[in-house]
Structure formats: C-alpha cells, structure tokens
C-alpha cells in the first residue's frame, strides 16, 4: 500500500488522518506525523475489518465519524485516525445503505453462483499477491463446479497453500482450524449447511443438494472464504501489536497529555485489541476501546479459558491497559459471527466437547465478552441512558439497530449508527 498518514482524503471530520500498514505491520513512510500536527485532546483511532480496498475504508470513516462533532463536550476538541491494512471482502457481502464508489466496492451481480466474480478475483489477487497462477485454478474450480472427489481434493490443497498451511499441524506445533485439516468433502458439506442456515441459495440456487457433489461447490466457495479471514486474524494481531500499538506508544510519549480511543469492526478489533500489547507498563493513555462485532473470541479476555484452566485467553488482562472500559457491542443478527466463526474456528483434533460448539468457539461480536468475572452485560438503551462503567468489560447487546443485512454475513457490517457513535462518546467520557 502507498503514501502514509495524511490529512483530509474524503472524510468530512477534521483533523483527520490515514494510518498505513502493511501485512507485516510495518507503517508506510509518514505514518503518525500528521497526528503530531493535530492540536486535540481527544483521539478516535478506528480499525476497519474486511474490505475491498482503501477506498471503501475512507467511505467507512467518512460515514462512522460523521455525528461524533455534535456528540462531544465543549472542552473535547477531537482528532480523527482511520487504520488502513490489507485486508478483503467478498464482493458478494452486503453492507447496508453503503455504496462505495467504483466497481471493486459494488456487490456482485446476480447469477454468478459459486464462480468468483470479477471483484472478487481481482482483490484476491491483491490479497494474495503473487498467487495468480492458484488463484486462477481455483476460480477455474469453482466456476466449472466438477462431480469429482478429486477435484475437491485439488481445491482443499490449494486453499490450504494459499493460507499458508502446508504441513499437518502435529509437525509444526501450530493451531489450524478443522477446516483445512478434516476431510474437505465433509468441511465443503458443512459450510454448504451452514449456507442455508444463514439463508444464503446454494449457489446462487442454481442447483440442490439432490444435485449431488455439484451442490458443495457453494460450501466450498465459502470454505476460501473462511480461508481469507484465517488470514486477516493472523494479520490482524500482527498489524496491532507491532504496527499500531507502536505508533500510538511515541505519539503518546510526545504528547502525554492526548486522550486515545480505540474503535474497531470486525477483524479490525482484534488490530486495536492487539495494539494494547504495546502500551508501556502504568502508561494511560488508552481511554476506551469499542468493538463493533468483533471477530475474535469472546474468551479473549479471560484469565481462565473454561475448557482449559491452565491459559488465559489471547488477550488476559489486556483490559487494565485501558483508562476506561473495554465495550464489546454485540448482535444476534450477525450470522458471519453466529453461523460461520464457530465453524471456521474449531481447532484440528477438539470436538465440541463438553460446551458445544458454539461457546468453545464463539465470537465477542455474537454474544459479547465471555468467563471475565464482573464484566456486566447491558442492552443498548440501557447503556445510552445509565452510562458504562468506568473500567473492565462490559458487552452490549447492539441488536436493536445492527439487525440489517442479507445472507451469508447478516447484520456484520451494518455498524453506521449514531448509536454506537454514542456509546464511544460514553465510553470515552467525552460527552455534553
């Protein structure tokens, strides 16, 4: 990615400015110098989630920032960062009332089933640069939808090299989901169940299940789904611990005096999240953090992981790096989190056990902060009209607006509401 942080770029808030990172969390030339420029007492660093390219970021921050100047106090003089990372969305996952301009931010058009669509592909390959030749295997797989074991055997392969997972996790040490290890007619099968839960046609309803192996093809389109967001977790916390987190370290040792708010949506919680990791012991700078369906697990804050005693999740204790609380806002309508990170997520060799799937593997943005003893849980009028506390966890059940969204993700992306931008003023203490 080019340039660096820079004033303005589409956003109607100011002082605004773009920090940029790449997938090893290395800033691009410039990232934090306008923030020295801002003459604030007040912060917002907000951390998009999956998206087709910068643009529909700027239009995400544009969109998000807009009513926080009416919100604020009269001695709240705010400054506004967007975090741009590499990250992707399919072009066939809805974001209500969010046009971005330009093709590579459009839905897709109707009728392209299981095949990749145009934008699609094209962000693929800047996902995954230097890929074009599996790449174009696996668009070539999922348009010609082939009856044959083998083929699904060529698909799993290919995905799996494209995640990075080559080896079986038992020679490396390292954690993979079931999904790239378990037989993938089966891992196909599931996710094409799980399609039809979230009310998504099996691809594009161009076909049944009575089709035979043909009808998997529409789980396993998802199933390379589920394989970008694999990625983006693991970019995610790299890019927060050791882009992010750094960055807001020096500026903060500059200017001790500046009040930092973090925000993220989805992948991009876990950015801010990690970011905490890099916050200088008995430093308090960090105000409050606000996660928008935050997709990673909602054990993350927990000293004692309820199916292991001996670990704490991946962020334990992490919540007293903030001067204020950590607010996980949540929505039963966000199927992307409801339906399909519980599935993505289980680990090669675990069953569900004893919890279920579903609370061995959920995420903090389905059903809010989970095994963090006192963290209270609230609904949002609640939090609107009583306040938040002023420290720890606290989930709040966003549900009565982030509740819009068609198949296969839901409500994930329908964030752009005065509310929540509410519940940051409050969380922040920055209110009237």
Same mark, same amino acid.
């Given at each position: 990615m080019s340039g660096g942080a820079a004033w303005g770029t589409g956003v109607g808030v100011s002082p605004y400015a773009e920090l940029v990172f790449d997938a090893d969390g290395d800033p691009a030339p410039g990232t934090g110098t306008a923030l020295d420029a801002m003459e604030v007492t007040d912060l917002l660093v907000f951390a998009h989630g999956w998206n087709s390219e910068p643009a529909t970021s700027t239009l995400l921050y544009d969109?998000?920032?807009?009513?926080?100047?009416?919100?604020?106090?009269?001695?709240?003089?705010?400054?506004?960062?967007? %975090? !741009?990372?590499?990250?992707? #969305? =399919?072009? &066939?996952?809805?974001?209500?009332?969010?046009?971005?301009? /330009?093709? @590579?931010?459009?839905?897709?058009?109707?009728?392209?089933?299981?095949?990749?669509?145009?934008?699609?592909?094209?962000?693929?390959?800047?996902?995954?640069?230097?890929?074009?030749?599996?790449?174009?295997?696996?668009?070539?797989?999922?348009?010609?939808?082939?009856?044959?074991?083998?083929?699904?055997?060529?698909?799993?392969?290919?995905?799996?090299?494209?995640?990075?997972?080559?080896?079986?996790?038992?020679?490396?040490?390292?954690?993979?989901?079931?999904?790239?290890?378990?037989? %993938? !007619?089966?891992?196909?099968? #599931? =996710?094409? &169940?799980?399609?039809?839960?979230?009310?998504?046609?099996? /691809?594009? @309803?161009?076909?049944?299940?009575?089709?035979?192996?043909?009808a998997l093809w529409s789980g396993a389109k998802e199933v390379l789904r589920q394989a970008t967001y694999y990625e983006m977790k693991k970019r995610a916390a790299v890019i927060g611990e050791r882009g992010l987190g750094p960055v807001l370290a020096r500026l903060a040792a500059r200017r001790p005096a500046l009040r930092v708010h973090l925000i993220g949506h989805s992948f991009g919680g876990r950015v801010v999240s990690f970011s905490l990791r890099a916050v200088p012991g008995g430093a308090r700078y960090v105000k409050s953090l606000t996660l928008l369906q935050g997709a990673f697990s909602h054990y993350a804050f927990t000293d004692r992981l309820p199916h292991d005693k001996s670990r704490g999740g991946a962020l334990h204790g992490l919540q007293r790096a903030v001067d204020g609380p950590v607010v996980a806002c949540h929505s039963p309508y966000d199927t992307a989190l409801k339906v399909f990170y519980p599935l993505a997520s289980r680990m090669a060799g675990d069953s569900a056990g004893v919890l279920g799937l579903d609370e061995r593997w959920g995420a903090l943005g389905h059903d809010g902060v989970q095994a963090v003893a006192g963290a209270p849980r609230m609904t949002l009028a609640a939090a609107l009209r009583d306040g938040l506390p002023t420290a720890g966890c606290v989930s709040v059940d966003a549900g009565a607006v982030v509740r819009r969204g068609g198949a296969p993700t839901g409500a994930h992306s329908d964030i752009c509401h005065e509310e929540l931008a509410r519940i940051v003023v409050a969380a922040g203490r920055m209110g009237r």
């Amino acid at each position: 990615m080019s340039g660096g942080a820079a004033w303005g770029t589409g956003v109607g808030v100011s002082p605004y400015a773009e920090l940029v990172f790449d997938a090893d969390g290395d800033p691009a030339p410039g990232t934090g110098t306008a923030l020295d420029a801002m003459e604030v007492t007040d912060l917002l660093v907000f951390a998009h989630g999956w998206n087709s390219e910068p643009a529909t970021s700027t239009l995400l921050y544009d969109r998000f920032f807009e009513p926080f100047p009416d919100l604020v106090g009269p001695a709240v003089r705010l400054g506004y960062a967007g %975090v !741009l990372w590499p990250s992707i #969305r =399919f072009a &066939d996952e809805p974001i209500p009332d969010f046009d971005p301009p /330009g093709p @590579a931010g459009t839905l897709a058009e109707p009728g392209f089933g299981t095949a990749l669509d145009p934008d699609t592909r094209r962000a693929l390959g800047r996902f995954w640069p230097g890929r074009e030749a599996e790449l174009d295997r696996v668009a070539e797989l999922l348009e010609e939808r082939p009856e044959s074991q083998a083929a699904f055997v060529e698909f799993g392969a290919l995905v799996r090299e494209l995640a990075g997972v080559v080896a079986v996790p038992a020679a490396t040490g390292e954690d993979v989901p079931a999904m790239f290890t378990e037989d %993938v !007619l089966e891992v196909c099968r #599931r =996710f094409t &169940d799980a399609l039809a839960e979230a009310g998504a046609a099996a /691809g594009g @309803a161009e076909f049944s299940v009575g089709d035979g192996l043909r009808a998997l093809w529409s789980g396993a389109k998802e199933v390379l789904r589920q394989a970008t967001y694999y990625e983006m977790k693991k970019r995610a916390a790299v890019i927060g611990e050791r882009g992010l987190g750094p960055v807001l370290a020096r500026l903060a040792a500059r200017r001790p005096a500046l009040r930092v708010h973090l925000i993220g949506h989805s992948f991009g919680g876990r950015v801010v999240s990690f970011s905490l990791r890099a916050v200088p012991g008995g430093a308090r700078y960090v105000k409050s953090l606000t996660l928008l369906q935050g997709a990673f697990s909602h054990y993350a804050f927990t000293d004692r992981l309820p199916h292991d005693k001996s670990r704490g999740g991946a962020l334990h204790g992490l919540q007293r790096a903030v001067d204020g609380p950590v607010v996980a806002c949540h929505s039963p309508y966000d199927t992307a989190l409801k339906v399909f990170y519980p599935l993505a997520s289980r680990m090669a060799g675990d069953s569900a056990g004893v919890l279920g799937l579903d609370e061995r593997w959920g995420a903090l943005g389905h059903d809010g902060v989970q095994a963090v003893a006192g963290a209270p849980r609230m609904t949002l009028a609640a939090a609107l009209r009583d306040g938040l506390p002023t420290a720890g966890c606290v989930s709040v059940d966003a549900g009565a607006v982030v509740r819009r969204g068609g198949a296969p993700t839901g409500a994930h992306s329908d964030i752009c509401h005065e509310e929540l931008a509410r519940i940051v003023v409050a969380a922040g203490r920055m209110g009237r």
